[in-house]
């Protein structure tokens, strides 16, 4: 029987036999091997489940995780933005002085004289951002007080106001004792026809945002080329 078997084998169906069971007998090896894992390939009811709410947990993690992008890269864009609207004394000059000047330029333009403009007054906001402040003061027509406050918006960069007081002006311009609680002035318009316009006294406190940090260049997206 085994002289027949040796002899089949020898043939060419015997060898093609001998290699599908040799086949054969490594699937059922690899079969076995695998076994713990056919699950996987097949799986029930409550596995399905399972893997449904791990891809539902997944998919909110993704969504908070790309809300979190979304705020930080606000953050940096706002951050990046009030560097450049920030003062920078190796472009505007040293703040000290040329803030000064802006203002009373602003003034000048108008033909607004000021009564006062203190000297620049920095504070520290945190490591890379400062704020300087100016207090200033007039007594003029309240035209001309709305027109420097005009001029001061056009200001680079950006200054605003800290605080401002305006009120009728009760001293009389001329000297003299009188009662009114404010004080008129009737001025020709281009139609020739008058126009009270009332004098005001305002004070206030200018204020520009500066920045003296180091400005980290951002970092590149992509990958080599």
Wanted: proline letters at 3%.
């Amino acid at each position: 029987m085994s002289q027949k078997i040796s002899e089949f084998l020898k043939t060419p169906n015997g060898k093609l036999a001998a290699a599908v069971g040799a086949l054969v007998l490594v699937w059922i090896i690899i079969l076995f091997s695998y076994l713990d894992g056919l699950d996987t390939l097949f799986p029930d009811d409550r596995s399905i489940a399972q893997a449904k709410r791990e891809l539902v947990n997944c998919r909110k993690s993704y969504e908070k995780a790309l809300e979190e992008t979304r705020k930080n890269d606000k953050l940096l864009k706002d951050y990046n933005q009030m560097i450049e609207n920030a003062w920078k004394e190796d472009r505007h000059g040293m703040v000290d002085t040329e803030f000064r000047r802006l203002v009373s330029n602003a003034a000048r333009s108008v033909e607004l004289t000021l009564d006062s403009l203190g000297a620049v007054k920095s504070n520290r906001i945190n490591a890379d951002f400062y704020h300087a402040e100016l207090d200033v003061s007039a007594r003029a027509n309240y035209e001309d007080v709305i027109k420097f406050f005009k001029a001061v918006e056009k200001i680079t960069p950006k200054v605003t106001w800290r605080r401002v007081d305006i009120r009728p002006d009760r001293r009389p311009p001329w000297g003299r004792q009188q009662n009114q609680t404010s004080i008129t002035a009737r001025v020709l318009s281009e139609d020739n026809s008058t126009k009270a316009t009332t004098r005001v006294g305002f004070n206030g406190t200018l204020r520009v945002i500066g920045f003296d940090g180091k400005i980290v260049p951002a970092k590149q997206k992509g990958g080599r080329k």
